[in-house]
């Protein structure tokens, strides 16, 4: 699947759900099952500290591959992780840095990226673009 | 007016119909607003104030001879007059106008922080907001002067067998919060008040969460100065006040150069204004402080007694239904509180929390609420914080018990 249909897919599965509270339930179920980074592992270098959350990022490339795993202590924001994981990871570092994220602003969780929610996640966002651009 | 003990029975239905804010949906829900704490609501009043004073009045004050600089000046003026009745200052000159409590504490750390020394003492507590936290650092930074900390207990109380110890003849100065904006501890300053006087230093009162919740009579408490931000107490945000002793104010040399502060200008000597001018620099928030004044009105005709009464009745009236939830701890259990509820849960991020009950319509803080060193000190990330006014009631607290509870069956 390319970026761009991983991105449809999720869009879709969110079309279902009209009220807020069922997006979220699911978004805490993705939540609920992302591997947790083993404590060794969330280390300072790879925290990015919000004011309201905070969220680990582990970056590797692998096969020419971008491989990601994150973490973080606020269950929302651990499922958001899980959607930018399940669109960014396997691919190249060329089309993680050059990814256009639209499927956020489509499931309307746009707010949770804005830098003002203080999350950690639009800068972690950031991050993994970087990381990519470093290894391309 | 409730000025004779004859008070007109609070009715809680008809003081929201004066905030238009409380009637609008947010996320497809009626709002419910409980971030008080953070900043009020306004009143029509006040929102009304604004637009006259930018339809009819704009002008800049003390400046012209003209109609409107005159009637602008008049109004900014008596806004004065009517703060320095609500807090029975002595003089309206005791009152400056500044951008709010933040900018009132740094101007008192710019300026009287002057005339520290190395070795001098200043002392907060451990619950003060980031903004009575900094300052002092900055200027401890500059002149060499020692931070000192009141601690807390458990409850959120402060220990004041500490902060005995901690009075020295060298304590130059006490800033404190009168309540926590975090927990919500009514502290008490009458005897840190006395009891600094006694070593000959001075007080800071941060009254950014107290003005709006009990009376505030600067000249009972004897404090030195006293911060408090206008768009907590209905008024609008980018203006608040100093109150200042007028003998210590007059000592202090100004905060910042400009327009308004000064005597008479030449290259080789300025002299300065006579005060409150000397520390209002350039063109003020003009319509900030006349409407900080229409606030003011609005607050002194409701009865604060009525109000206390029932703020504290919402407060517990939540606390005990949010007891009743499993792994729920009420942060902040100090015996004389306002109507602050912070509490965390078991398993549970407060961002989760925050956000799930925004999803259901429902205003409330979640985070450390700038106060890092007590979230420290309790050893947890953050709390979530219903914080109430007057305008709340307890239906809307049952609906927020509710959407408690739906985010909790999906958190947990
Ligand atoms: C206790 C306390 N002090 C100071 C402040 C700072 O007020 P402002 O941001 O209006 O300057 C606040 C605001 O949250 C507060 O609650």
Redesign the pocket.
Known sequence: MTLEEKQQEIIDEFAIYDDWMDKYEYIIELGKELPIISDENKTDDKLIEGCQSRVWLNTAVEDGKMSFTADSDAIITKGIIGLLIRVLNDETPKEVATSDLRFIKEIGLHEHLSPTRSNGLASMVKKMKLSAIAAS | MITDGISIPFDVSRIRKDFPTLHRQVNGRELVYFDN??TSQKPQLVIDAITEYYTENNANIHRGVHYLSQLATTQYEDARKIIQNYINAPLSEEVLFT?????S?NLVASSLGELFSEGDEIIISAM??H??IVPWQMLCERKGCTLKVIPINEAGELMMNEFDQLLTPKTKLVSV?H???TLGTINPIEEIIKKTHDVGGYVLI?G??SVQHIKVDVQALDCDFF?F?A??VFGPTGV?VLYGKKEILDQMPPYQGGGDMIAKVTFEKTTYNELPHKFEAGTPNISGGICLGTAISYLSELDLNAIQAHETELAKYAEEKLLQFEGLRIIGTAEHKTSVVSFIVDGVHPFDLGTLLDKQGIAVRTGH??TQPLMDFYQIPGTVRASFAFYNTKEEIDVFIHAVERSLNMLK
Do not use: F, R, V, Y
């Open positions: 704490g953070a951008k709010g409590t933040t900018d504490i003060e907001h903004s009575n919060t309540i926590s904006n941060d950014a969460q911060a931000s768009h907590k608040g609420h700038c």
